[in-house]
């Protein structure tokens, strides 16, 4: 397996609110764990959210080894949320923190996904890119619903608020996808900095083609940023069979 990420400030913001993790050795029950988080709230809560959580979740994880995986990644979701929600709750600064968060593992030939906000996860195939993961957010829940169309929501004022986060709440709900992989799948995990630059085609140009993974992430985040960076940029890229 090969993966490689990264995470750019971007042309406007003045810090990074992204937070990024990823290993191939064992980390509790799971055999490897790749985490995008996008923190929101004040100029400092959101770094300190995406930053604190990310942690939390890895820290759970790795005293998972007795546990299912799905119940060690929900776990460290649920640790994660309740460390966040109360130091809001003792801190003013901090009141209304939270974050996005995407985790993943690959068990050979099959992913698992876990997924609160609207970072996303991606599958890019030969036959094209794929979302695995839905966005918890105003837009999008409008479009499931039909109320929108896609092309309306990529151009929504609304488009950022998001529904559900990390943090935000006493409890979190968090979606869980499970997917087989194909020989030559790629996994796209990343924050809105880069899909509200790109869209799916030019995504699946530079990420499926010539180059080093490295290259390729590289590619993906100055695309974004020549596309105006308006926003943190994270990209993740996984080769599960390479």
């Known amino acids: 397996m090969k993966f490689f990420g990264k995470t750019d400030q971007g042309m406007v913001r003045s810090s990074n609110q992204d937070a990024l993790f990823y290993t191939g050795e064992q980390t509790g029950v799971l055999e490897n764990i790749f985490v995008v988080c996008d923190g929101m709230g004040g100029h400092n809560a959101g770094e300190y959210a995406s930053a604190r959580a990310l942690e939390s979740l890895v820290e759970e994880i790795k005293s998972s080894h007795d546990k299912k995986p799905l119940e060690a990644i929900q776990n460290g979701f649920s640790m994660a949320n309740n460390e966040l929600y109360t130091e809001a709750e003792r801190d ?6 939270g974050t996005t968060m995407v985790a993943a593992a690959i068990f050979k030939n099959h992913l698992v996904v876990a997924n609160v906000g609207d970072s996303r996860l991606y599958i890019l195939s030969p036959g094209g890119i794929r979302q695995v993961t839905q966005d918890h957010s105003i837009v999008e829940e409008l479009v499931r619903r039909g109320v929108l169309t896609e092309e309306d929501a990529s151009h929504h004022a609304e488009k950022h608020k998001i529904t559900r986060a990390v943090g935000a709440e006493a409890t979190v709900r968090v979606d869980f996808f499970e997917e087989d992989l194909q020989e030559d799948d790629i996994v796209l995990m990343c924050t809105d900095g880069l899909t509200n630059m790109l869209d799916d085609v030019e995504i699946q140009q530079i990420a499926a083609g010539d180059g080093s993974l490295e290259e390729r ?5 100055n695309r974004a940023k020549e596309n105006g960076g308006l926003d943190n940029i994270t990209a993740l890229l996984i080769e599960p069979f390479k």
């Open 217 to 221: 992430v590289d590619r993906l985040i």
């Open 92 to 97: 003013e600064a901090k009141r209304g923190m």
